[in-house]
């Protein structure tokens, strides 16, 4: 029998997965400002997909006590398109050693979303305060 070739596996997905149906990264954002009200400077661009359902989002790695803030996310600039975080105190970002998890509002958990970018509206803000947002869903992409 002829050797067919090299065997080879492709994915659409920034990390390896055995299906696309798995709960995985959709964006980022590091150093998120939450300097002063309104939109933050820093976007959440979608990773390689196109239709998608938030499930978790995680807030870590402040770079001061941002306890006092309180942000929301939201698929259009200016707390426009779909909620998917409801802008809530960040009470348990003391230091970087602490974990929000966000919760996303229950009616976005059953929504299939197509927008490519989150923007990260700052309802408190925290003078030098930065953190790190981590959005993660299922990807609903077709090969």
């Not at 080879?8 to 990264?25: D, E, G, K, M």
């Not at 009200?37 to 941002?66: E, F, K, R, W």
């Not at 975080?85 to 929000?100: E, F, I």
């Not at 509206?121 to 930065?130: D, N, P, Q, R």
Request: aromatic share 6%; with cysteine.
């Amino acid at each position: 029998m002829a050797n067919p070739g090299p065997a080879s596996v492709q994915t659409i997905h920034p990390s390896n997965l055995a299906t696309n149906q798995a709960i995985r990264l959709l964006a980022s954002g590091k150093a998120v400002s939450l300097n002063a009200t309104g939109d933050a400077v820093i976007t959440l661009p979608i990773n390689n997909t196109s239709s998608y359902c938030v499930q978790y989002v995680a807030i870590t790695n402040a770079n001061v006590d941002v306890s006092s803030g309180a942000l929301a996310i939201w698929t259009g600039a200016g707390g426009t398109g779909t909620e998917i975080v409801t802008n809530a105190t960040l009470t348990s970002n003391t230091s970087s050693a602490y974990v929000t998890n966000a919760t996303v509002v229950a009616g976005t958990k059953t929504t299939n979303l197509s927008a490519q970018t989150l923007y990260v509206k700052v309802g408190t803000a925290v003078s030098g305060g930065t953190v790190d947002i981590f959005v993660y869903g299922y990807d609903f992409s077709e090969y």
